[in-house]
């Protein structure tokens, strides 16, 4: 091997800084060798943290996710109305008929998409199309672009309108600002906009249905966002409602208690949600955006 002075002048360089200390009259720096094993046990140290903090994530939103109760589990087998199918997503199909228009609903943060099957069995009932995607961890906030989806897998609805509760409500507006050609109707349940998702100049059949005993998505909250969405959105106010029965999945911390029963509030939300549906069927967003 040829002798190289630029081999042997590095040689002596690496061995220079190695040995010599790194502040004059202080401790000899560590060898190379030790410095990245240090390195090395450090990364490990901080993966397995990352791991262990990632699965206590996912057990805590498991734990903490509300359970359907039973009246839901109920309403996820078929009848002679409804078709329930549930693989990816939950879907409720009118039996005996294909419907033109469809409605995404999203779940509210940390409930089981299966609470809200009675509401589904209702709106499916009256000829529609329900879809409630399952979200990771049960937050519909990361993944709320699913409805995109939904639409590509079911061309032959002509009409969708996009719903959601609590949470699930923030991220189907978050939706229908994201893509404005794709969804003519909105149904919030116990829900309010985000300060960022300004929909208010959407063409958009709107309908925001709350309780007035909800101490969650409270009525002074539902109101004061009202400058965000459109501004001929329906107000649905239901005397007694509160936040927990826009689905079955029992009582919510932070709630308060309800003044009717839970087929009452469920009965006004399907009604105030289906003539939504029934409006952008007929037509009527077409007009408004003809008008505007």
């Not at 800084?17 to 046990?41: E, H, S, Y």
């Not at 057990?59 to 693989?87: D, G, K, N, R, W």
């Not at 966002?225 to 029965?245: F, K, M, R």
Request: charged letters at 15%; one cysteine or more.
């Amino acid at each position: 091997m040829a002798f190289s002075p630029c081999r042997t002048g590095l040689a002596k360089i690496k061995r220079y800084i190695i040995d010599t200390p790194a502040i004059p009259g202080g401790p000899p720096r560590p060898p190379m060798n030790k410095a990245k094993t240090v390195l090395k046990w450090s990364l490990i140290v901080l993966l397995i943290l990352l791991v262990v903090s990632t699965l206590g994530i996912v057990a805590y939103t498991q734990i903490a996710t509300a359970a359907p109760e039973a009246v839901a589990e109920e309403a996820l087998l078929s009848t002679t109305e409804v078709l329930v199918e549930s693989a990816d997503w939950l879907v409720f199909r009118p039996a005996g008929s294909t419907p033109a228009t469809g409605l995404i609903f999203y779940p509210g943060a940390l409930v089981d998409p299966r609470a809200y099957a009675p509401f589904a069995q209702e709106i499916a009932a009256a000829g529609y199309l329900v879809v409630i995607p399952p979200m990771p961890l049960n937050l519909a906030v990361l993944n709320p672009n699913e409805g995109e989806k939904i639409m590509e897998t079911f061309p032959e609805i002509e009409h969708w309108a996009l719903g959601g509760h609590s949470l699930g409500g923030v991220m189907a507006t978050q939706f229908v600002k994201n893509f404005p050609w794709a969804a003519e109707g909105l149904a919030l349940w116990g829900a309010y906009p985000a300060g960022g998702d300004d929909v208010s100049c959407r063409i958009l059949d709107a309908v925001s249905i709350y309780g007035t005993q909800d101490g969650l998505s409270t009525p002074e909250e539902i109101l004061a966002s009202q400058l965000l969405l459109p501004p001929d959105t329906i107000y649905v106010p239901i005397e007694g409602g509160n936040h927990a029965q826009f689905g079955w999945y029992g009582n919510q911390r932070g709630d308060l208690p309800a003044g009717i029963t839970h087929l009452e509030q469920q009965a006004q939300t399907v009604a105030a949600t289906i003539k939504m549906l029934e409006r952008i069927e007929a037509g009527k967003s077409e007009d408004k955006q003809g008008k505007g």
